[in-house]
Structures are given as C-alpha cells and as structure tokens.
C-alpha cells in the first residue's frame, strides 16, 4: 500500500517501491487557485532533495515544486500537461506531476506524516 | 514569487439581465471586432496613386493577402469610440491605486507636446536643427536634479521598470571597475518591494536575496546590516516604500550599504510624497529612476508610455550611460558615444521625448511652491482616507499616519465570507476603479489606497462614505452585494482561468464550413 | 493653483479628522536634519501663459522635420497620420486610463489590444503579437533573452545590417549579463556570410529586413543555417509600412520579429515615444515578455478580453520573470492599431507603393549626379549613397541650405570607414518638389566644394 507523506513546501511523495509520485498538497491547490499551466521536469533529470523540479501556474500564482527527496525523473503526467485542472480535481491522485526513482531512501524519514502534515497545517491558519 | 492565488472564474451567482435585440443597454454599446466589421477594400485614407516607376523590390515583393480589414472614417471614428466608453479614466473618476500616483494629466501638457517644433522633429536631425530640443531634456534634467539633490541624469530610460535596469546596469559597471563583479553578485530586496526590482536584478544576474521589513513597516538598520556583505552589490529600496511608510532608517541604513562597499539604489516610484520635503540624495541614494507617468503627471495612455530618467550620485554619475546632453555656452550638443566610464546604451535615440515635454510644462505649473503642495495635499489625502476608515478597516502595521497611500490588509474581513477580491469588485458598481490588491505582499489581502492631490474634499468624501458603506455592508453578511460584482460594468466577473488554459491571443479567420 | 482642488479651509479640516496640528506632524518620519527648510531652487508656479510661452520659444529654436525638404529614416520615418488618429487617442478613456488590470471596466483598452495583436501577427507573418514592447530596439533586446530562454544558449549573433544602435542596446544588455555577443561589422552591401558565424553554441541569430542601408534581405537562407545548428532567427525591421509591399520575416522561417512600429500612428517626437513590436510563434507564447491581450468569456457567456498568461510576468514571476517590463507603450501601440486600421489592406498597400515610388523616383535623381551613386540593389523606401566628399560636412552643408539630407553613417558608425556614405529615405511626404530641390542642392553643393 503506498505510504503518502509530505513536506513543509505542501509538495507530497507517494512511495511505491523505490519509485516515488510527486504532486502538491489539497491545501497548496486551494491556495493557488485554478491551476492553468504545470512546467513539467524533462525524464532523466536528476533532482537534489530540495531542488527546483517543476512549477505549478495559476492565474495569478506561481509556485515552485521542490523534490521532496534525491532522484531521477522516470516518468512525467502527461494528462496534467493536457489537463492542468486535474491538480484542483485530484492533486493527490490523478493530478501527480512527475515520479522520482529514489536516490536515497533514507531521505523519507525526514518527510511529514500525514498526520504531522496536518499538524502542520494547523499551525499556518 | 507570489505564491498567493485566488478565484478566478465567476460563480452561479449572478443577477437576471434583461435583454435588447442589439444586446446594447442604451449608451452602452455592443461592439464587434475589426476583424468582423471591416473589409479589405475598404479604407479611411485617400491616397494618390503612385508614379508609375520600375519596381526596386527585387524578388522580395509580398504578394498575397495580408488580411487586415480597412475602416471608413465614419466607421473608425464609431468603432473606437465605442470601444472607449467601455473604460474608467482619470478624467471620469478617481483612482485609488496605491503606487500608481493617478493625478490629473493636464492637457495644457498635450498641447504643448504637439507642437510640430517638439514632435515633428527626427532623433537624427542635425544638432544645430535641434538645439531647443537639446535645452529642453537638459532644462528638464536640472530640474530632476534640483528636486532629489542628485548630481547627474540618465534620460534614455523608457519606463520605470526600465529606469530600475538601467541603475542595476550603472552598479553593476561601478562594481565591474573596482574589479568586483566577480565578488560582489547579491542584491538585497525587501520582500514588500514591486516585482521590477528583482525582475530588473535577476536580468543582468545579479541574485536576490529578501531583506525583511521589521514590525513596524519599514526596514531596520540592523536588518539591512546582518544582510550587508561582501557578497552584495546593492540594497534597492523603494522610499516612501510600498506599505506607503517612510523608511525611516534610511539614512542609517545607506550608511551601512556604503561602509559595506555597496551601492542604495532607491525606486523612486513612490516620489509624489516627498518633492519639496526631502531630496533623495540627502539621504544617501546613490541612483534613483523617476516614474514620469507618475509624480510628474504624464498620461497613462491605457499602459504607456512612460519615461523613467534615472538620477544618480557622485558615486555612479561617471558609469550613466548615453546618450545624454552637455551644455557648451550657449548652444547644446549630444554624447551619443561612451567616451568614458558610460556603461553602454539603454535604447536607440534620446529618450521619451514626447513626456520630458510633458513633465517639463508640469514643473512649471507646478513650480517650487505647487510642488511642495502638491505632495503635502498627497499625503493629506491618504491620511485623511485612511483616519476616516481605520475603525473599520483593519491595518497591518497599527493605526499610524502613513505618506501618501494608505495600507489595509483584509483582517478585518475575516469572517465576512468576502474577499478583498470580492470588495473590490463591489466598488465597480459604485462607480469607482478599484484600489490596489494583494500587493505588497507582506499584507494578507492587501488594499493600497492612494487618493493623490488631484482629488476635491467633496470627491474624497464621496468615496470614504462609499467605502464606509461597502465595509459596513460586508461586516452586517450582505454578501450578494460582493460575490457577483460587478453587476454594472460593460462586463461581469471573466473567465480568466480559460483565458489562461486556453489562450486565444488574437483573431483568426474563421476556417470555411463546407456550404462555403 | 489650478491643478490642485483643496483650498486651505479643506485642509484645515482634514488635517483635524487626521487629528494633527499641522501638515508637517505627517512628515516627522523624515529625519530632522533632511527636512527641506527652504523652497527648492526652481521658479514659482506659472499660468499657461507663461508655460506656453516658455515652451514654445523652445520649440522655436528647432526646425520641424515639416517645413524643409526631409530625407532622414535611419530608424524612424516621417508619415502621414490621419487627423483622426490623433483626436481618437486623445479621447480621455484612452488617454487618461489605467493599465487593464480591471477588465470589466477596460474592454475598450483590452479589445483595442486584441485587435492591435492580430494585426501585429498579420503583418508580420507570425502567429502571435504582444500588446507593445517600448520601442524596436529594446523589443530587440528582449527578443534576444527570449532566445536564450528558448534555446538554453547565450550567444547571440548580430548582422551588420542591423541598426548600430540596435546593436549598441543589445550588446549593452549583453556584456552587463555576461552573455556572448558576435557583432559583425558594418554590411552595405548585404553581403555578409552569417551563417558560417552560427555555430551550437549560438541561440540566435538576429538580421534586420529592410536593413540599416535599406538593403532588402532573403532570410530563408539564414533561417535554414541558424535552425540546422539549433539556433532562432530574429527578424528586426524599422520601418512598418514596408509589409504593405515586401515578404513578412515569418514567411521566411523566423522565429521572432521585432521591430518600431512608430511609422504607423505615431509622430517623430525626437526619438520617443515609440513603439516596440514583438511577434513570435505559438510554441514560445509563454517564453515571450510583455503582455498579452486574450479572449474569453464573462459570468453572462458574453465575448470579453483580459490581460492573461501573467504569471511570465514580473508582478508574479518576480526574479524569475521573462522579463522586467511593466508599462509599454499603450497609447501609441492603440495609435497604430488606429492608423492600419483606417488604412486597412488596400490602403497599406497603396502606401507602400507610394514610399516605393517616391524612394525609386529620388534615387534615379540622386544616382545621376556626377560623383553620386545609389549603393543597393534592392531597397524599399530607404537606400544609401556614396558621395565624392565626407558625409557629414556635406549633409550639413546641405542643412544650411534647407534641406534634411538623410544619416550621414559616421554619425551611428564613426569606425567603420564608411565616413562618405548617407542613408536616405523617402515617404509618402516627400513631394517630387523635394526630390528636386535636394538633387539641385547635392549637386550645386559637390560642384561648388568639389571632390576629395
């Protein structure tokens, strides 16, 4: 069963072996608005924890999609490409933006929980 | 970035229109595209056949059609004025848009501009064809000097935005010669700042690093200090700064940014509070562009054009680029070619020409004395908005004065189920363009009111009791008033999610049906 | 004092509501050693009359371009603009309106814009324009980062047909970015071999049609060699009207087109304000500064317009926008839109073929005049010549005489040894009086001060 845990920048990492989906939070999507364009990662990229992968556009938004751990791009959505309003449908199913194949799967103990994420959340409003 | 978005679609809730067969409402007209109206044939210019003369074209002649629909004069002058009813103007209403400075665009000003010996008048005519041309922009320059105590003047900037590159150009030349541009590659922004500030950095790249604005609206000295180093090419303020206070600790903090080996570079966007009360260069600016369409009153024109001279100090005035004008006795000539330290070239030709005409006939007007009122009624106008609504609206830093525009954020909105969106909307249909939204963005929902001078007691009491009354209907739950706004204006609320999801940029022929 | 409404009375009341004694209680955050105590060094306020009178002695001491036989292009062209353009733009919705942040109460801006982008694209043979840019040069410029975006390169190549202080503002933004500039040097003849300065490490290449020298150019060519090494080509033109008779950049493989729009609509105003033209193709859209004009919907289903695709934009993107421009040129891109379309298709046209005729018609004159040789094959309203003596005097000779006789190169290109050429223009204003009177006047002018 995939494990779904998150970071502090609202991006989110579901694992599935060592291959991880990333998208951005429900909370994120509502923030930004109706999503009208997603940059996505070329496949093969390599991706520092913490670096720039991708940007999620809004009308009047922009936002910064940082890799929540290490890795290389395998794989981008290309519905999200087409549909960008699947990030407000379903950010945490059909609205993944790109999957990592996990450089160090150390890396996921520093991620939030959901209920840490939540916990967090709470802390913002 | 600005990670803030908001709704951008209408909701279900909109009112019932009744309609006409024309889908006009009386004076508020319905009206078609060029594209769908004219005809290719059809013209509004009479012009004389050509000679008939053996072609120089060569094989490049286009041949073709184009597909540009022509107009009668009748048929143009119908279309564009139709087309101008649909907006709000300075002329017709105020504008409460914070850092925007709407005054009054005299039209002694157009006049003036139009005078065949200003504008029919060619960049490369010879000088001695130009010299009033020349007295002018060098008239006009001493003037910018003679207002923010600066030393020397850079006229070539088009805009602001452009202005601001052209002072990161001018640091960036000045550091260069210290044999520092290797070292010296950070410029400090604080994060209330307008988005030309690291946009005009991040061009000629320089990276950017926030400098925070303390509690109490302005940026601290020890603030800027802790962010000084001898990796930082500059600190851009914007004074009075976006929250519409003055930065109080500027002196102090240039001081800090000169001992570091750094340059002040001040966005002088916000310069309508201060003319005749302080001068920039007494403060410790080194550079500073000038918004022509803003303190000095030249016409927005619907998004320009503008003109943003930059003025500079002793310490940058050699790096100014050109071109720029030198007085020889009597008669005026132009450096159009470094023949110093000048770092380069902003744009072809002069400068915007066209509005140093204008500013200069505002100076005048205005003189020392207007000027200095000018920006005292400036201020007096947003205080007086601001004290007339501060019960009400909640602001981010306090009840204190500000200078001349007035910061709300949306907190007092809270529990309203209106956004600042919304309440901005709801002015539309009182017939008012809306104040500035969501910026800066270090206030939630942020609502910056700048009133200017140009506004009568009774004009600024109608709009304080209208607001009032907009604020007090959002408090007592009259939430229809808001979330459908506007219902009046020649449009309802627009789609802009599809616009952006599916751009539609421009015209296209429709492709023939089959019956075609 | 007539632009300021609040009378002393006003003031006093407010500054109570404000709860202040005085005026200067709202300036105490100004350090109290920078507080100006006395009146800055400028004159006391002046009725119009003094203004106007001031001003206008000012104008006084410059001949306007009309009142002389008028030869002078080089990058911004004497037309005629019809009486209407001036009085529409002058309308106070136009002239005194905000940016369109606010479509619903600025349709008329935004569709204006819209209108105004199409024609940009028609013209130039491109799929989509940007609602202005300041001017051709900086338009320039910008395209030039837009290759860069594109092609994730950083060197540009610069032909020698292009304007030199064109080339002057690109490779200004060049150095201070530390990017690559290749400029080659000054081509008169259209002869240079660009395509063996692109190589894999060039984003683009950047070719001006009709050229500084008037010179007409087949960009096919130089398309093909700068998209076989991966590169973009960017067309630049100075000269509007020229579409109306020559082949648009984009139907020769451009990628970007930039150009001054000023010919259209706009005045000479001594070099501004102008109006930057910026076209490109729909895969780049999002790689393109500027703003941009789009059709949608309204919450009643009605056809509106809005600003979109902001987030490239500097108000959102901040550091990381495609470029920092804010205000454009606005009144002057509607000013154009106004002027094409009154001209419309066949009115463009027949413009053009004028230029062409009058442009034909004074270079038969001047290449007859012993000494004197027109120097291009091809050209539309603008060529260069060679003259037997140094330009610069003589075109100053010839202003002393009453007659504007076009650029003398040196004053652009004073190093590059082309001291005897001048580039010469002709519009649908010059008379076939002017063109005699300039022929009369070069050739009395070379007679008289003789050859070199």
Redesign the interface.
Known sequence: MSEIRYTKDHEYLRVDGDVGAVGVSDHAQR????V??VELPTLGAKFAKGAGAAVV????????VFAPVSGEVVAVNAEVDRQ??LINEDALGRGWIFKLKLADLSELDALLSQADYDAFLETLA | MNTQGRPTRPTRESAARRGSFTGNRALEMEEALIFETGRLDASGVDIEAPAPVKSRLGPHARDGEIGLPGLTEPEAVRHYVRLSRKNYSIDAGLYPLGSCTMKHNPRLNEKLARLPGFADLHPLQPLSTVQGALALIDALARALLTITGMRAAAMSPKAGAHGELCGMMTIKAAIAARGEEQTRKVVLVPDAAHGTNPASAALIGFSVRAVPSGAEGVVEADAARAALGPDVAAIMLTNPNTCGLFERHIVDIAEAAHEAGAYFYCDGANLNAVVGKTRPGDLGVDAMHINLHKTFSTPHGGGGPGAGPVVFSDRLAAFAPVPHVVRDGDAFRLVERADGDEFGRMAAFHGQMGMFVRALAYILSHGADGLKQASEDAVLAANYVRASLSDLMSAPFGDRHCMHEALFDDHWLKDSGVTTLDFAKAMIDEGYHPMTVYFPLIAHGAMLIEPTESESKASLDLFIMTLRDLAMSALAGERERFVGAPYDAPRRRLDETRAARQPVLRWTKPAPTPME | MRYLPLDDSDRALMLNRVGVADIDALFADIPADKRLTSPLDLPKGAGEIEVERALTRLAGKNVAAGSVPFFLGAGAYRHHVPATVDHLIQRSEFLTSYTPYQPEISQGTLQALFEFQTQVALLTGMEVANASMYDGSTACAEAMLMAHRVTRRRKAVLSGGLHPQYADVASTLARLADDEVVRLPLDVGAGEDLAAAIDEATSCVIVQTPDFFGNLRDLSPVAAAAHAKGALLIAVFTEAVAFGAIRPPGAMGADIVVGEGQSLGGALNFGGPYLGLFAARTPHVRQMPGRLAGETVDADGRRSFVLTLSTREQHIRREKATSNICTNSGLCALAFSIHLALLGEAGLKRLAAVNHANAVELAERLDAIEGVSVLNDAFFNEFAIRAPREASGLVEELARRGIIAGLPVSRLAPDAGLDDLIVVAATELTTAADRAAYATALAESLTRGGKR
């Open positions: 923030q930004l608005g109706d009208v364009f556009e809004s009308v009047k938004a922009a936002s910064d960008p309003g």
